[in-house]
């Protein structure tokens, strides 16, 4: 797994953001990936030798890719430093991009469930995990079934795609798992993602966030950076860098907290808490900074692969195939122009506008009926 590029960072006592200057950045960077390239490809062997559970992720699988991951060499498995299941739905014939993909855990599950149509892009920066996942390429290939190799993997840096030869608008998916944390450069890691995704593709990812703006000295600590805890984004400064890349709605999928068991590196972040967040983002237009009432909705088709009941939209969203549920003007326009459209029927334009939509929090929303919604 890998990460690389520049970090905004924050003054201490104030909100303002400090950017480093491109020679300051050159040499953040190459010290970052450095220190990565080492840590994830001399000192950890197994994901058993990590200190926190930041990059292991201990959430339930469904039982469709526990089934895949069986079909996996245990080389693929063992080295896997996760902290999320990032795993979209409904991606047969789709090209995913796998940023960061380790030895290939994902980018191999996700080239299963594409199919001999599709394809599956893996990139990261540390040679040793690129090599194991080239290793079994074929094997895999075999294994599922496909008549040749449907993956490419690739070294590379997550800030300069081109580099490896991702073009403009070549992607449907691009999957992350516990990896953009890494990155000293986040907005050119985002703005490269935007630019290859093609217009209605998703970006799914998985990765740790902090409550606050963490100080920049942390990411000179080796430990604090492996463990994906000194590059943690600030909730907050990600939303903002969204709406500064026009990204104006984002929808969290899944969280949980992340446990520090070692007591040194517990003792060094102190009050600072992290998450594991799940975040699914869409490259569409015609989205709007709040939730809005146009009186659209919504009736799940029960036609997604492996969700014939339900379908999950976000933490706040859950769709129960065949029941009828009232959405904002973004719910409707994330269904209706994405590669889910096939699976919902939307009724209902914005040609009427009835105010702000009344969402509620993801605590305590509950999918509910024409009478009301949440989103």
Request: hydrophobic share 35%.
């Amino acid at each position: 797994m890998s990460g690389h590029g520049r970090a905004a960072a924050a003054g201490r006592g104030t909100a303002r953001i400090i950017r480093p200057t491109t020679e300051q950045t050159m040499t953040i960077a190459t010290t970052t990936h450095d220190t990565i390239r080492y840590y994830y490809g001399r000192v950890l062997g197994h994901s058993s030798q990590l200190k926190t559970d930041a990059c292991c992720s201990p959430d339930g699988l469904p039982r469709h890719l526990k089934a895949i991951i069986r079909e996996l060499a245990p080389e693929i498995v063992e080295r896997f430093y996760g902290c999320g299941s990032p795993i979209p739905p409904a991606i047969e014939g789709c090209t995913v991009l796998d940023l960061g993909c380790g030895t290939g855990r994902d980018a191999f599950i996700c080239a299963r469930l594409v199919g001999p149509r599709g394809r599956v892009i893996g990139v990261d920066m540390t040679p040793e995990q690129v090599q194991v996942a080239r290793n079994h390429e074929a094997r895999q290939a075999a294994r599922f079934g496909h008549p040749r190799p449907n993956t490419r993997f690739v070294q590379g840096f997550l800030e300069d795609l081109g580099e490896v030869g991702v073009d403009d608008e070549s992607v449907d998916v691009v999957i992350s798992n516990c990896v953009i944390n890494l990155t000293s450069d986040k907005e050119r890691v985002f703005r490269e993602i935007f630019r290859v995704l093609k217009p209605g593709g998703e970006l799914y990812f998985s990765d740790i966030f902090a409550d606050r703006r963490l100080p920049p000295e942390w990411r000179e600590d080796p430990v604090l950076l492996g463990e994906c805890l000194a590059g943690a984004m600030y909730v907050e400064d990600f939303r903002r860098l969204l709406l500064s890349l026009g990204i104006r709605d984002h929808r969290t999928v899944a969280r949980r907290a992340v446990s520090v068991g070692n007591d040194a590196v517990r003792e060094r972040i102190g009050l600072a808490r992290f998450e594991s967040l799940t975040i699914r983002v869409f490259k569409i237009d015609g989205l709007e900074d709040r939730c809005e009432d146009f009186g659209q909705v919504a009736t799940y088709r029960g036609t997604i692969p492996h969700a014939a009941h339900s379908f999950v939209l976000d933490d706040h969203h859950e769709f129960i195939a065949g029941k009828p549920m009232l959405i904002c003007g973004n719910t409707a326009t994330m269904l209706a122009q994405t590669r889910y459209a096939p699976h919902f029927h939307v009724d209902g334009d914005r040609s009427r506008h009835f105010g702000p939509f009344p969402c509620g929090s993801a605590a305590d929303a509950r999918p509910q009926t024409v009478d009301g919604g949440c989103c």
